[in-house]
């Protein structure tokens, strides 16, 4: 049989710290610690510092040694770092909660003879577990390492003032699954950062989770703090989101939002994902599932966006918004539902906004969007608009638009060459330049 262990250390179910109760499952090496309202930061600092020196390193193996040697001066760098005695409940808990399994001496060879560390996981069952989650990345620790469990769904009954991952520094980095769980009801208006469920997220996965009844909302119309706002990710380093669905609401912001994710820097990869929240952005790059692939490569893989997509500004797209030049993006397998409208700056279309360059000349390098449909209207501010892109510049194959359909207040009825199919093409791909090509493109009923 399996036991599991916490680092050898005896639990206790709450602590009294400068007249705070604090409930949480710290770990202690003594069945019992008092602490009055005359204790400071420095006396609780010093005890917890005190109580990880007392961990017995020899029941692992040497590997694990070092493993676990390493995560206690990581949690004693972040207590010295603390300031509150709330902070150091976190950081020190935060630690403690993480679930180490053991084998037996029984499951083990005789070579084996040694407990081993299986996994590090960390479960949430509740709303009170999910806001403690939250808490523990935005002061600091980031579950590098460690997967999180979403055990149950949850309906959230307070408003939120943050995501988690409040800045780059403390990003949210270990695996999140959500295990086809739905987290209801997130609400979050803030004014300054990286808006979503996940504001910022560096190597991290997160995959198997729904949200169903989002508001989301930066309200700074300053471009430096209000952009990225996005349904899961605000800003995305090199993340995998997958098997994710944002099933309703709304998702309001300036620039570089996105049903799934706001913007992603070093690569990005979105699979099986789909976005039913209304996206707004009161200025450019704004899309149904990724605002913006500012750096890296970016990978999209069959994706459906059935939200409604607002811009003002350059580039709008119901999959993609836009990427940078020279970045390398392939899209494919994804479908938009979802009316696109670009009042101001252009460059609008059903996939993608703006497909840009991802070589320099001769453009042998392209940017790629492969069996992809469009269903819905487009409407810009410029000659700029197509049902699949809005500009052209890499590559569009066996990609798709519903007859019927309208760009730009214009009914696309027929594909018949001739006289009519630089119209057409336009249509299609709005501009198509600097190397932009496409074959087997249809329309269909």
Known sequence: MKKKLLLGLAVIPALMLGGLTI????????????????????DVRAYFIAELDKVDLSIYREAQKVEVSNLINEVKTRLNNATTLNQLDAIYSSFSRYVLTIKTDAQLTEEENQPVIEEKVFRIANEDDLVEFQQDVNNGFTYQGYTVLLDEDITLTSHWTTGIGITTANSFKGIFDGQNHTISNLYIRKSTGCTALFGNAIDATIKNLKLSNVYIESTDSTASTSQRTAGIVGRAERDTIENVHVLS???????ENGGIAGVAVNGITIKNCSNGAGVTGTGPRNAGILGYLYSGTGYIENCVNNGSVKCNGLGAGGILASNVDKTLVQISNCTNNGTVTNTSGGRTGGIVGILRVASSSPYTTKSTITNCTNNADVTGSDVYSGAITGTNRGSVTDCSAKKGIKINNVVIENITGGNDAEIERKQFFGAEDTGGTHSNCVLVD
Do not use: L
Request: hydrophobic share 25%; proline share 4%; aromatic share 8%.
């Open 23 to 42: 409930k949480t499952n710290v770990t202690f090496a003594s069945p019992s610690v008092t602490f009055t309202n005359k204790s400071s930061v420095n």
């Open 249 to 255: 609401g709304t998702i309001k912001g300036s620039q």
